[in-house]
Nanobody, 125 residues
Framework: QVQLVESGGGLVQTGGSLRLSCAAS????????MGWFRQAPGKEREFVAA????????YYADSVKGRFTISRDNDKNTVSLQMNSLKPEDTAVYYC??????????????????WGQGTQVTVSL
């Protein structure tokens, strides 16, 4: 069982930056692929970024490539999402997700067993 707690959301102007963090419980964090997803009102949950267990390979949605960076610290059981050059269309609730030894379908929410409660990110004009 893994519990995930996100933090770092807030209100920022267009072009600004935010850093989201997700703290995970458990002693086998390094064996989990970690993902970030987001959901805007009236829309489906969508993939943002993921970082694999093991070598820490990263994956990004096309809409955030070059602006967002996902990273993990296995000693601290945390995964972070640095978001730069934010746009109003980035406004959403951002969720952290985890799945043990996941190595395929990382862009699919259905592939993840564990989810955080979400943190709101609002980008104003």
């Amino acid at each position: 069982q893994v519990q995930l707690v996100e933090s770092g959301g807030g209100l920022v102007q267009t072009g600004g930056s935010l850093r989201l963090s997700c703290a995970a419980s458990g002693r086998t964090f390094s064996g989990y692929t970690m993902g970030w997803f987001r959901q805007a009102p009236g829309k489906e949950r969508e993939f943002v970024a993921a970082i694999s267990w093991g070598i820490g390979r990263t994956y990004y949605a096309d809409s955030v490539k070059g602006r967002f960076t996902i990273s993990r610290d296995n000693d601290k059981n945390t995964v972070s999402l640095q978001m730069n050059s934010l746009k109003p269309e980035d406004t959403a609730v951002y969720y952290c997700a985890a799945d043990r030894f996941l190595d395929h379908r990382m862009q699919s929410p259905d592939a993840y067993d564990y989810w955080g409660q979400g943190t709101q990110v609002t980008v104003s004009l």
